[in-house]
């Protein structure tokens, strides 16, 4: 297994160094190797828990009693901190991860009739994954570039000034 780097991923869910069809399935003595990294770490679990998701493309339940052994944690504060912040997964994503910005900019621009189209186009709703595997449709609230809503990241990479011709351009891009 390759060790996994510390470094936070803001606002970004797919590392440029690795895809989601490269995740490694689940392994309990990988997850561990993952974790001890940062248990010396002020703030370690975030970093844990971004590891775990790198890793493996999402931070799966069985993971939980590891990390709170590891970090002297309880169960539910791990599972507190995993469910409270929207980057975290409880499933695998889909080969490719699309984020609609649904922040007041982006929604002043357009953004909720982009959200409809987009999970017309898919035939999933937000938060969902397309029965094939091919896409994952999540909302986030805001990526830091207001001045050209709205805004969507598709692979982690930014995009401003998304209609729905556009999306439709970005989604054939990655499909063929």
Not at 127 to 139: K, P
């Amino acid at each position: 297994m390759k060790i996994w780097k510390s470094r936070l991923y803001k606002g970004c869910h797919v590392p440029k160094d690795k895809t989601h069809l490269e995740k490694a399935e689940w392994d309990e003595k990988d997850a561990l190797q993952v974790i001890a990294q940062f248990t010396v770490l002020k703030g370690g679990l975030m970093e844990a828990l971004h590891g775990l998701q790198h890793d493996f493309g999402y931070v799966p339940p069985e993971s939980y009693d590891l990390l709170a052994d590891e970090f002297n944690l309880s169960r539910a504060e791990v599972y507190g901190v995993k469910s409270f912040y929207h980057d975290f997964r409880s499933e695998p994503a889909g080969h490719h991860v699309i984020q609609i910005c649904q922040a007041e900019s982006c929604q002043a621009r357009g953004s909720r009739a982009l959200t409809a189209h987009a999970q017309e186009m898919l035939g999933i709703k937000l938060g969902e994954t397309s029965q094939d595997g091919h896409f994952t449709l999540e909302a986030v609230y805001c990526l830091g570039n207001c001045a050209v809503s709205p805004n969507i990241t598709l692979d982690g990479r930014l995009h401003g000034r998304v209609s729905a011709d556009r999306f439709e351009q970005l989604i054939k891009k990655v499909s063929s």
